[in-house]
């Protein structure tokens, strides 16, 4: 015993282990009344970790080349090396998780106002991450050089074709080419696997540290920082470590069933995470059906093909996703959770979600399979992209006047 103290004293006189542990978590005090939604911060944090671990084996058995990129997948890892396909359908499905919890994670920030002060820099580092793993999730789309990763990558790269004068030689020094080629893959392949992991993990550094430097939110959008007993000691929060751990542990071995669920039983998801089409090699000769993205991008390209002129669509499509950064500034409610504001806030962000929804259901349909009779999809797809930027530009006026309830001072709900 005094050998074990003795080392976790060296230790701490060259490392904070201790105090680094007491700060983020035995002595760091979350709310009490951390509900449902606050679990799926925790799950993004557990299938980035898997995909990160995942995404190194396939690295190492993965040819970043036009010619072996796709034998290297479909018949080295899928079939050649042992539970290689395992690894494979751990990545593809991992990424669909990952954005899945990422979505509910966003929709628990602006249900319970996470973006307002004091957190501010939360959220934008934590809009900082949604934006590289979305490029990260893009890159990783590219690699397998199916054929509709390679037409994907055709739309996405000739995006910037649209800004005028400069639009073709930015898409030409983006590609490294004047057509997509072995340099385009080796390009992604450096970032999906080097680059922006680096720069995923700094962010996730800086989330942490902001989140537990001005304390984590709850559902009734009390700072419990404001009511502290004579230790200093927040009156409604409970450490971290062990409790809200042990109690999120339920929901990580439910969600963990479900995923290897889908992975052993169902892992193309109906050609929702694996298309059929990318299951045959990239071929710029055969243009696939219908082009469309993974079903976590529909909304955004059903938002660019809204819009009939390409620089405004595309224009339209990184407003959508840029125009998330000016919340903290939006919002004018002087209460941040659902549960205190006016109606207009909670029907707003019904129909933000109900236009999401419908965004994602036309992206991943063809043009010519009308969702609704005598109303064309591009058409449905305007109605809904006005709607989603309705929800932000209106905000500063439906919060700013719109009643609302005065929280209580202390939480008075447990979990």
Known sequence: MQIKQRFKNWINLRF????????????????????????FGVLSMLVLFSQL?????????????????????EGNIMRDVTDG???RYMHAVGASALFLVIYLHMFRGL?????????????LVGMGLYVLIMAEGFFGYVL?????????AQVIFNLPAAIPCVGDSISTWLRGDFVLSGITLNRVFALHVIAIPLFLIGFIFIHLVALHHVGSNNPEGIE???QIDK???????????????????VGIVVFLIIFFAVVFFWPTGGGHILEPANFEPANPLKTPDHIAPVWYFTPFYAILMAIPNKLGGVIALFSAVSIFFFL?????????????????????LTILVISILVLGIIGATPLDHPLLPYLSNQTLAQIMTLFYFLYFLLMPIYTGFEDFKVPPDRITRGH
């Open 16 to 39: 904070p282990v201790q105090q680094t542990h007491e700060k983020h978590l035995s002595r760091y005090y979350a709310p009490k009344n951390l509900n449902f939604w606050y679990l």
């Open 53 to 73: 671990i995942t995404g190194i084996w396939l690295a190492m058995m993965y040819t970043p080349s036009i010619d072996g990129a796709f034998a290297s997948i």
């Open 85 to 87: 396909w395992l690894l």
């Open 111 to 123: 249900l319970y106002g996470s973006y307002k002060k004091p957190r501010e820099l939360i959220w």
């Open 144 to 152: 397998p050089w199916g054929n509709m990763s390679f037409w994907g």
């Open 224 to 226: 419990i920082k404001k």
């Open 231 to 249: 230790n200093g000691i927040p009156l409604d929060g409970i450490p971290l470590y062990p409790y809200h751990i042990l109690h999120n542990l």
């Open 328 to 348: 903290p500034w939006l919002d004018r409610s002087p209460v941040k959770s659902m549960r205190y504001k006016g109606l207009l806030s909670k029907v707003w």
